[in-house]
């Protein structure tokens, strides 16, 4: 068994308890009752042709092991903040990545200027005069089931992950509808050419392409390079795993990406600004 099954059997395992019916019209109404969060697709693609830069919050991996166990998602969230991050991903996946649903929230809610969730809010950005502009949120977790989606969007996400080989053609319907019922946008992962296939049958948008084979958990940036030039001009193109220097950034930038996902190297600086800026120089 790969990491990646062991992984989803572990994600069915821990959500089956919860599970119960989420039907599209539920979906709306907690976006119409809950703040507008913003767009996640309108971050990656930048007016002036830089590299979007979407950092984690990963404290651990499983293969890097322990990356900053005890991180605060909030404070590292800011740094990513001040730094210019065009966007944020917070993995809420408990048993391998060291996360939870509470840290997405926490972020968001700081986002919005300290408003809690669900609170009987308007569907307008709170953000009070001076606060730093608002990045949107990413549900980093395994997604199977639409009440994922529907927790996602009660903590505030602009965006969740579908990962393309490991799911069924049903189950990514299922979510993709989810999401698009709660007005979230949807990161489709892919890592080969049969799954490009199966996420624009599915209408992709957006598609992250994964340089690390999920099974070996091998890198290669050429994956990017070679994936890029079979998807539509229109699709807006996420380059994942392995960028670690603003040469990679660069490297992947004139591949044709439009943003790069950059988790270990942003949480093993002290100041990650640098970095960022870095990668936006490219």
Same mark, same amino acid.
């Given at each position: 068994?790969?990491?990646?099954?062991?992984?989803?059997?572990?994600?069915?395992?821990?959500?089956?308890?919860?599970?119960?019916?989420?039907?599209?019209?539920?979906?709306?109404?907690?976006?119409?009752?809950?703040?507008?969060?913003?767009?996640?697709?309108?971050?990656?693609?930048?007016?002036?042709?830089?590299?979007?830069?979407?950092?984690?919050?990963?404290?651990?991996?499983?293969?890097?092991?322990?990356?900053?166990?005890?991180?605060?998602?909030?404070?590292?969230?800011?740094?990513?903040?001040?730094?210019?991050?065009?966007?944020?991903?917070?993995?809420?996946?408990?048993?391998?990545?060291?996360?939870?649903?509470?840290?997405?929230?926490?972020?968001?809610?700081?986002?919005?200027?300290?408003?809690?969730?669900?609170?009987?809010?308007?569907?307008?950005?709170?953000?009070?005069?001076?606060?730093?502009?608002?990045?949107?949120?990413?549900?980093?977790?395994?997604?199977?089931?639409?009440?994922?989606?529907?927790? !996602? %969007? *009660?903590?505030? #996400?602009? +965006?969740?992950?579908?990962? =393309?080989?490991?799911?069924?053609?049903?189950?990514? &319907?299922?979510?993709?509808?989810?999401?698009?019922?709660?007005?979230?946008?949807?990161?489709?992962?892919?890592?080969?050419?049969?799954?490009?296939?199966?996420?624009?049958?599915?209408?992709?948008?957006?598609?992250?392409?994964?340089?690390?084979?999920?099974?070996?958990?091998?890198?290669?940036?050429?994956?990017?390079?070679?994936?890029?030039?079979?998807?539509?001009?229109?699709?807006?193109?996420?380059?994942?795993?392995?960028?670690?220097?603003?040469?990679?950034? !660069? %490297? *992947?930038?004139? #591949?044709? +990406?439009?943003?790069?996902? =950059?988790?270990?190297?942003?949480?093993?600086?002290? &100041?990650?600004?640098?970095?960022?800026?870095?990668?936006?120089?490219?």
């Amino acid at each position: 068994m790969d990491k990646l099954t062991e992984i989803m059997a572990n994600k069915r395992r821990e959500i089956a308890p919860l599970l119960r019916p989420v039907f599209a019209d539920e979906l709306a109404q907690r976006h119409k009752e809950l703040p507008k969060p913003p767009s996640f697709a309108g971050a990656l693609k930048r007016p002036d042709g830089k590299l979007a830069i979407i950092a984690e919050i990963k404290r651990r991996s499983p293969s890097a092991g322990a990356i900053r166990e005890g991180i605060s998602a909030l404070e590292q969230a800011k740094l990513y903040q001040t730094a210019g991050a065009d966007a944020i991903s917070v993995l809420t996946d408990q048993k391998y990545f060291g996360g939870t649903i509470e840290d997405l929230t926490l972020v968001t809610e700081f986002f919005r200027g300290g408003e809690p969730a669900g609170a009987g809010l308007s569907n307008a950005p709170l953000l009070p005069p001076g606060h730093p502009k608002a990045p949107p949120c990413l549900r980093k977790d395994f997604m199977v089931h639409p009440l994922q989606v529907l927790e !996602a %969007r *009660v903590a505030g #996400a602009s +965006a969740i992950l579908i990962i =393309v080989r490991a799911l069924t053609d049903d189950e990514i &319907s299922s979510l993709q509808d989810a999401a698009r019922a709660a007005r979230l946008d949807v990161l489709f992962e892919v890592h080969n050419e049969a799954e490009i296939d199966r996420a624009l049958k599915h209408g992709a948008k957006i598609i992250g392409i994964n340089n690390r084979d999920l099974a070996t958990f091998s890198i290669d940036l050429a994956v990017t390079e070679r994936l890029i030039a079979q998807l539509p001009p229109d699709t807006i193109i996420v380059s994942e795993s392995g960028i670690q220097t603003a040469m990679d950034a !660069a %490297r *992947v930038h004139a #591949a044709g +990406a439009h943003a790069v996902l =950059v988790g270990e190297a942003l949480m093993k600086v002290t &100041s990650p600004a640098t970095l960022i800026d870095a990668f936006h120089a490219v």
